[in-house]
């Protein structure tokens, strides 16, 4: 059974850093592209940041700038490095995974909360 657990969350003033990862128990990890995705309380999911099995990334214009994703194939893990957080950065962050090679197969982590508040 496929496996996406993020992990890092939590409080964090404004300004401040924090950095999540994100563990995918998948077979052949670099033929997906990873993604991390946000939603904030009454609004919908967005993504924030993408790194494609070809570690070619982009950024929402919201975190560009502040927030840099990437990864290690040699352990399935894909990480976003979080500075300069913002009020608004608040939210339930998701992993996500979407092969690149067919078939296409999609899958989504639990979440993680990252808040920031002072």
């Known amino acids: 059974q496929v496996q996406l657990v993020e992990s890092g969350g939590g409080l964090v003033q404004p300004g401040g850093s924090l950095g999540l990862s994100c563990a995918a128990s998948?077979?052949?990890?670099?033929?997906?592209?990873m993604g991390w995705y946000r939603q904030a309380p009454g609004k919908q999911r967005e993504l924030v940041a993408l790194i494609t099995s070809g570690g070619n990334t982009n950024y929402s214009d919201s975190v560009k700038g502040r927030f840099t994703v990437s990864r290690d194939n040699t352990k399935n893990t894909v990480y976003l490095q979080m500075i300069s957080l913002k009020p608004e950065d608040t939210a339930v962050y998701y992993c996500?995974?979407?092969?690149?090679?067919?078939?296409?197969?999609?899958?989504w982590g639990q979440g993680t909360q990252v808040t920031v508040s002072s």
């Open positions: 996500n995974a979407k092969s690149v090679v067919l078939p296409r197969r999609e899958y």
């Open positions: 998948l077979n052949i990890f670099a033929i997906y592209n």
